[in-house]
């Protein structure tokens, strides 16, 4: 990656990823990209432009001025929102990703593709979910997931498009407030130890699903994309996560910071149906195999940092 093209770079990610990938390959030589003005860490760390992925000739125009090598394709409707919103969600997540791919292919360009936990749904295995496994998701945003991960091997066997990607699990960070996902409950809930010492849960209690800290996050993206090409054997959609909890296990850890700190539940049914249909943790040994995936963040380092982080946001 020498030059890089970064869509829907204003949302959780891409307000880090951002910043991120402009210290490693030079600010000129990432073009931030969003359907929408952000706040000034994306536009006034290097060059921005506004683009709605779904728009081929602007996207495309800009791949060619800014003679990108590479797409970090993040543009996306999350999965809470998608199912307030499946034709925006497939709008933007479908359309929009099959538009990234022929702006790719148009260019020549690397592609990463961040698929998700919400590939997977309720027939899928749920512990240890394989990295190949059955995949019938029942969310929207899990059915354009999919969709994305077989364009993107489909885009490599059929073009030799070099593109790689993982399936996140649930992002915590302290930059920016996540955009509308199910796994928001465990940012939300250190914000409001912090400000309130306490906080309601709209996931029930013993609901497992797999999280990463943003740091790690981000050395994956580029590790993958770095990674020696001869060593892939899946490309795309490989499984990552740090580490797998439920609401009572991240309350505890953050009463050993604040220990009057009360947890309460109020289950919202979307969010928690959405939650059950995803696997409760997964097995990541292809990309530790692959390409060397590392998290170094478990449950109580991440709190620690969290807490630290968003207390001194207040400050
Ligand atoms: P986010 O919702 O915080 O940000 C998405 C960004 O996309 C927003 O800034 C939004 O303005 C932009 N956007 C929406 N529609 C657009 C359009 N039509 N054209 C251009 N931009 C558009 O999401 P995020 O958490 O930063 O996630 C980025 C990607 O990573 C998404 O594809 C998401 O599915 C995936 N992902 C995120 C997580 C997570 O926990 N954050 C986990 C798994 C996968
Ligand atoms: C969401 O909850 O929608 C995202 C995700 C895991 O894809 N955070």
Not at 1 to 29: C, D, F, H, W
Not at 82 to 106: H, I, M, S, Y
Not at 126 to 136: F, V
């Amino acid at each position: 990656m020498k030059r890089i093209l970064i869509t829907g770079a204003n949302g959780q990610i891409g307000v880090e990823l951002t910043p991120y990938l402009r210290k490693i390959y030079g600010s000129e030589n990432v073009l931030a990209t969003d359907c929408r003005e952000g706040s000034g860490i994306v536009s006034e760390g290097g060059p921005f432009s506004l683009l709605d992925v779904r728009d081929g000739k602007a996207f495309s125009d800009l791949m060619t001025s800014f003679r990108a090598d590479a797409l970090v394709h993040l543009a996306g409707i999350l999965s809470a929102t998608g199912e307030a919103k499946p034709q925006l969600a497939w709008d933007v997540n479908g359309n929009g990703t099959f538009v990234a791919l022929e702006c790719a292919r148009a260019n020549s360009a690397a592609v990463f593709f961040p698929s998700s936990i919400a590939a997977f749904g309720p027939s899928t295995p749920r512990r240890d979910t394989p990295q190949d496994t059955l995949q019938r998701p029942t969310t929207i945003y899990g059915v354009a997931k999919v969709t994305g991960e077989l364009l993107c091997d489909y885009y490599h066997l059929k073009y030799g498009l070099d593109t790689r990607g993982v399936r996140f699990p649930g992002l915590i960070s302290y930059e920016a407030l996540p955009g509308g996902g199910t796994t928001d409950y465990a940012v939300h809930i250190y914000y409001e130890a912090v400000s309130k010492g306490a906080y309601t849960s709209y996931i029930a209690a013993g609901t497992f699903m797999d999280m990463m800290y943003m740091p790690d996050a981000l050395e994956a993206v580029v590790r993958l994309m770095e990674a020696d090409p001869s060593k892939l054997v899946h490309r795309n959609a490989f499984n990552i996560s740090a580490m797998s909890f439920e609401p009572g296990q991240i309350a505890a850890e953050i009463k050993k910071h604040i220990p009057g700190f009360s947890l309460s539940y109020d289950v919202d049914p979307v969010r928690q149906g959405i939650a059950e249909s995803w696997p409760d943790s997964l097995d990541c040994s292809a990309a530790r195999e692959e390409w060397g995936f590392s998290p170094r963040y478990d449950l109580a380092l991440m709190t620690a940092d969290m807490l630290r982080r968003v207390g001194g946001k207040g400050r």
